[in-house]
């Protein structure tokens, strides 16, 4: 659920699907499968066909009638259009349980996305190692670093009464991106886009599947 | 993205964004805000007025033309259709960083998702007292204490390599349904459903709304 003020030429929803799309199409190329078809696309990420076939058409002819899409070709084309051919460098905010799991979640960095500095308001926490080996540094660091690191995404897993605090400090240094765990609204400039994370969703998802399986 | 054998009869997209549009119904709520427009509501979610409107269309007539929605009726109607006006019992598998963070969340007990046992295969954290009082137990009494006290739902939060096993416990012990953060693709059952929570896929979403501002 991503807020972003400007209106993107490609609708949220299907850019959503796309990252989706995304992980089985890295299955089938790993295991040297040269073609996926709209069903087994759909049916590995839990959508229908024709939402599929609809979401790929935004960005031409990917597909052969009847066979099905190249996965090579349809999974650079996605990634291209994700902007995740490249790397990202992240810094996070807060490092207590949550924050602390983020850091070392391999998932992120074999994505390219790259947790560069670590910061928290906790004197007690501050020149800290993580086990990644990165150093927990003060939030008074956080413009300089921004610079000198090239940090483009702030990830918040402050408390969510430090998360307003947090977004702001990142706006300052000039941070255009933030990845939110807090459970809370961030107010956040025109210029900017926040995306919330929010894993109450997906228990309420599994909530319904799992009510409609007992009831049959 | 759930993986559901069996065909619910809504979309699963749909169910997905039903969660989503609870988030500002409960915002709209508490500050006395009676009525809600669908175009308010798309907004909040970072999906199109049409979306929701054909969303909520498959529950019959919610909304006044040219008005909007009633928020408590609405928000009272889909936590009826997701199955969120009950209490869920939770157990988690595996007490790392992750798994410590995720018993604590606060938003999962305000929603009804209690975690009532806690598990992990380490000896060394058996027995260790968690912030919110639950007590580590080894995964041997998992059968005992899921019928003991009636678990249904089981979270994930176990090393990639140890979350298959991990499931496998859960679905012998009688558990149907699991949420699971580790970044590998489970094997279930017909009769269970798996919802797989995968951060990296919001990194993506950013990453792409991020690229988009750059360029302008």
Redesign the interface.
């Known amino acids: ?4 003020k ?1 209106t ?1 030429k490609i ?3 299907t ?3 796309l ?2 799309y ?2 089985p199409l890295e ?1 089938y190329q790993r295991e040297g499968i040269a073609v996926i078809s709209s069903e087994a696309l759909a049916r ?5 066909p024709a ?1 599929v076939r609809k979401d790929l058409a935004h960005f031409g002819e990917f597909g052969v009638r009847g066979v099905g899409y190249e996965v090579s070709k349809l999974l650079g084309e996605i990634k291209k ?4 051919d490249r790397e ?1 460098n992240l810094c996070i905010m807060g490092l ?3 924050g ?3 850091v ?5 960095r074999q ?1 390219g ?1 790259r947790f560069v500095a670590a910061f928290d308001s906790d004197p007690a926490k501050v020149g800290k190692r993580l086990p990644s080996g990165l150093v927990i540094q003060s939030v008074e660091k956080l413009p300089k670093l921004v610079k000198q690191l090239n940090i ?2 702030g990830v918040i897993a402050t408390p969510p009464r430090q998360a307003q605090k947090a977004a702001e400090l990142l706006f300052a240094a000039g941070i ?4 939110n765990f807090a ?1 809370i ?1 961030l107010r956040s400039p025109e ?3 926040v ?1 919330n ?18 009831e ?1």
Chains 1, 2 share one sequence.
């Open positions: 659920m991503p807020t972003t400007k993107p609708p949220a929803p850019i959503e699907r990252a989706l995304t992980r299955i590995h990420c839990g959508v229908n939402q259009i994700l902007s995740t990202w207590g349980n949550l602390t799991a983020l070392e979640n391999q998932n992120f994505r996305y483009e995404i255009k991106a933030i990845l459970p609204q210029c900017c886009v995306e994370v929010d894993f109450s969703v997906n228990l309420e998802n599994l909530a319904y599947h799992l009510a409609n399986l007992l049959e």
